[in-house]
């Protein structure tokens, strides 16, 4: 099975500065990575995923990550942080397994934004 | 809009009852799922199904059962032989598991 490790259960940045997210990934060939965010008391939304396409992926809320196969990284970025980031967020693999698209979370990040 | 409605968003259990969760969407997605979700465990697998009428075990399916008669509708029952089944539960769709999920906006149960 293939297995995702989230870097920090908590993090907290200012208000304006850099959003950092750590998620690495074990897996034996390419995989689907995808981060999702979730505010209290709701699903989760996708906030952008990588496919093979593009290494740099641009997801919604300026967002974005960068697929890096050498550190077996997905990390997820924002340049600036806004209040309403402050969420809790997801890092996720989908690989094949026994005919079936199988997906492990990780078991998530909060982000508090401190103004 | 399309999207996925699951009800109740809040569901009281007493001991030895089966309640059971529903999950509707209008996405025209073929596979859906069911995830439980407790504090600092992530996500976990609970049940999928792939097509109308199939249906797989997760990592955690003891004590759930489930069913998928319709496209739209696939609905969760937590029965008594679930000794901890408070949690906040999640169904999801997708086209695809590579295309990302769609959540519903999750069921929190919680036994009284």
């Known amino acids: 099975a293939q297995s995702v490790t989230q870097l920090g259960s908590h993090v907290s940045v200012s208000e304006g500065a850099l959003v950092l997210l750590r998620c690495n990934y074990s897996s034996s060939v390419p995989p689907y990575l995808f981060w999702y965010v979730q505010y209290p008391n709701q699903g989760l939304q996708l906030l952008l995923k990588?496919?093979?396409?593009?290494?740099l992926v641009k997801g919604i809320n300026g967002f974005e990550a960068e697929f890096k196969k050498s550190e077996t990284s997905f990390h997820l970025t924002k340049p600036s942080a806004h209040m309403s980031d402050a969420a809790e967020y997801f890092c996720a693999v989908s690989w094949l397994s026994g005919g079936y698209q199988k997906v492990t979370f990780g078991t998530g990040t909060k982000l508090q934004v401190i103004p | 809009d399309g999207g996925i409605t699951q009800s109740p968003k809040y569901l009281f259990r007493k001991e030895g009852q089966n309640v059971t969760l529903s999950c509707e969407q209008n996405l025209n997605h073929d596979a859906m799922y069911w995830y439980r979700q407790d504090p600092g465990q992530g996500l976990r697998l609970i049940y999928y199904?792939?097509?109308?009428?199939?249906?797989q075990k997760g990592d955690i399916a003891e004590g759930y059962s489930v069913s998928r008669e319709k496209k739209e509708s696939f609905p969760l029952t937590v029965t008594s032989a679930q000794k901890n089944p408070t949690a906040f539960y999640l169904c999801a769709s997708s086209i695809s598991a590579n295309y990302g999920y769609t959540f519903g906006s999750g069921t929190r149960l919680t036994v009284v």
């Open positions: 990588y496919t093979s396409a593009a290494t």
């Open positions: 199904s792939q097509i109308v009428n199939d249906f």
